[in-house]
């Protein structure tokens, strides 16, 4: 008895949540295309193939600085979509970005995708058809090789509903901040004697603030 109800329940939510994968909306509608504003210049690279972390790395021109202020240009085009239709933008995880790292798994159904962040879009509310945005990479963003992924979502669809998506081609990797500030060296060095404090105050900044 119990057990058919349990049954009954979930068949109902699963209607009820109506999951919508990917394939509802292949073949991708929009095209992306990154180019990248490195230290103020704007690199138009190759697409970085994600093969491995090597791959993308000897290409300095996708390599992303978060201190530096480096930025992302997202350009796309795509149908006009009907009235009040908006786009988001958000990182997609590459494969190796992703590997062995379940908070990160891809999932066919679209909201439950932690790969591509759909939870979490950098942008929401853009115009649909064609246009640009340039994101700028905050210290919150994971060091990572990542693509671009756009979800247009239908106006007043409850729960969430998409109607056409894109996903750029190119990779580009958002450089680890891998500097410890010269001050910290510096009174690492100095105040070696007190070695206990520093080193307390070392592995603070490491595990507290420079978080991944
Ligand atoms: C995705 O949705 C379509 C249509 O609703 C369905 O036929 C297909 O089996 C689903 N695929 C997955 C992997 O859930
Ligand atoms: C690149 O970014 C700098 C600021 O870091 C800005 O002044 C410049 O206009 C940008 N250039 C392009 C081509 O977007
Ligand atoms: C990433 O992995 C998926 C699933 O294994 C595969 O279909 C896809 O081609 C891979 N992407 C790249 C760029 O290698
Ligand atoms: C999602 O969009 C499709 C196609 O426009 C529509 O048939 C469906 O009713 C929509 N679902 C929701 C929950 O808005």
Redesign the pocket.
Known sequence: MARAGILLLLGFCGLAAAAQNYSSLQPPAYTITLSFNISGTEYNPLPC???TNRACLPQASTCVSVPNGDSVIIRWEGPAGAAGNTLSLMTCF??SSAVDRPWRK?NAVISKDKKCNVEKPFKQGLPTGSGSYVWTPGANTPPAIYNIQLLEVQANSDPTNYTAMGRSVG?FQIQPINSTPSWLLAMVGVFSCIGPLTLAGFFTWEKVIKKD
């Open positions: 193939v994600d093969l590459s494969n891809a990779f």
